[in-house]
């Protein structure tokens, strides 16, 4: 990997260390040499021993003296780095046996729950090819992405913006806790399994991407932690955020592979995007069941669509360390500007969730009005139906007033009274 390279096009040496690249006068120039090398001319960008006519060690390892430029991971920084084609990472006969196999026990899956099926299916003009596409019986057609190598988060939104403007929804499927493609779209993780235990019908659990949206009154029966008051704090109002089944209260039953393909089909389970409330990450993609989808729109009042634009996050900036060029060839040297690797994007954190503030408390003459939103996050919070909540008759919270076992006042007003 290098940090400058020659552009054949214009005849220029670039410094891929300057903001500018050294040529201020050439705006389009970063946009141009990151293009795809299926976009452009393959000999563009050359390796600059090569132009100077010394020692390519690329070249003479029998490998290309051409290169293309990529983002490169050091030290929490994200430089530009030339490197050599071929590509770096070419799947390996292990990664080709897991993919092959995935995609077939896909279809195998959708054929026994009598959906149609269909390997290898082009996108948008065969600008792109689904691993597998399966359509539901409502004709809802998912497109699965087998990605079991690294994929960069622009081909992860391309691929993605194709599918969906030939309506298919996208389900990307990986096997590394670090893949770049998680959270870029609607994704599940699945393990590092031997290809013949996934041709075999092995289990195969959803480790990650699928989610379970939980709502809980904040208040110190509570199991569940504020999500606003630091510490062992309870602020009174209603929660809600999405887990892990793991981490569900109580825990969920793992999603395999075999349910997501039968319920993405079948609209039972459907892709949400959460933007991000804070953090340095544009949002979370995740797969959750269409009850839990529409929840949470009513809880939050909104209905965030997938993005449709690349959405940059905080560890997709460059950076530019202004540095001299080096003009020698690096090739094959590890030692020389390696890539740290890659952290976890599937950490199975809350995603920060949302909060509905306590109901104001009403004065003597007035009566406090409990709104729809309110309603429907407090009927599941309290795991009642809507008709059985009311006011507690000490705060004026909401409760289950009505119905089988249900009271005047409130867990925390009774126990006051008690106490008195």
Request: proline residues 8%; charged residues 25%; contains cysteine.
């Amino acid at each position: 990997m290098a940090n400058g390279v020659w552009h054949t096009g214009y005849g220029i040496e670039i410094n891929l260390s300057l903001p500018d690249l050294g040529h201020p006068y050439r705006p389009d120039l970063l946009r141009e040499i990151t293009a795809r090398v299926s976009e452009r001319d393959p000999q563009l960008l050359e390796c600059l021993a090569h132009h100077d006519n010394r020692e390519c060690l690329s070249e003479s390892g029998g490998k290309s003296p051409w290169m293309f430029i990529r983002r490169g991971r050091v030290g929490g920084r994200r430089p530009l780095v030339a490197s050599h084609l071929p590509l770096t990472h070419k799947a390996t006969p292990q990664e080709s046996a897991q993919h092959k196999a995935t995609k077939e026990r896909v279809v195998a899956t959708a054929g026994r729950y009598g959906l149609d099926a269909e390997a290898e299916v082009p996108v948008a003009n065969r600008r792109s090819v689904s691993d597998a596409v399966v359509t539901g019986p409502a004709g809802l057609r998912v497109g699965w992405e087998i990605q079991y190598h690294h994929l960069s988060p622009s081909s992860v939104h391309r691929r993605s913006v194709n599918a969906v403007e030939n309506g298919i929804t996208p389900l990307w499927v990986a096997k590394d806790r670090a893949a770049s493609l998680i959270d870029r779209a609607p994704w599940a993780r699945v393990d590092d399994m031997p290809w013949r235990d996934i041709a075999d019908g092995k289990e195969m659990v959803i480790r990650g991407g699928y989610r379970h949206l939980e709502v809980w009154r904040c208040v110190p029966s509570s199991e569940r932690h504020c999500l606003v008051s630091e510490g062992a704090g309870h602020c009174g109002a209603i929660h809600a955020d999405w887990f892990v089944p793991a981490l569900c209260l109580p825990e969920r039953k793992p999603v395999l592979i075999e349910d997501l393909v039968l319920r993405s089909a079948t609209g039972e389970s459907v892709p949400v995007y959460v933007p991000s409330r804070g953090s340095g990450r544009a949002g979370r993609h995740m797969w959750v069941s269409a009850a839990d989808r529409a929840l949470w729109e009513e809880i939050v009042d909104e209905k965030t669509p997938l993005p449709t634009t690349p959405v940059e996050e905080d560890d997709d900036v460059i950076t530019f360390a202004e540095q001299e060029i080096d003009r020698s060839c690096r090739a094959g040297e590890t030692s020389w500007f390696a890539s740290d690797a890659r952290p976890p994007r599937d950490l199975a954190q809350p995603t920060g969730g949302f909060t509905l503030p306590r109901l104001p408390a009403p004065r003597p003459s007035d009566s406090t009005r409990i709104t729809p939103v309110e309603r429907a996050a407090a009927s599941a919070a309290l795991g009642c139906p809507p008709w059985e909540l009311g006011l507690c008759a000490g705060c004026r919270q909401m409760m289950r007033r009505y119905g089988p076992n249900a009271a005047m006042y409130c867990n925390v007003c009774r126990a006051t009274l008690n106490g008195r």
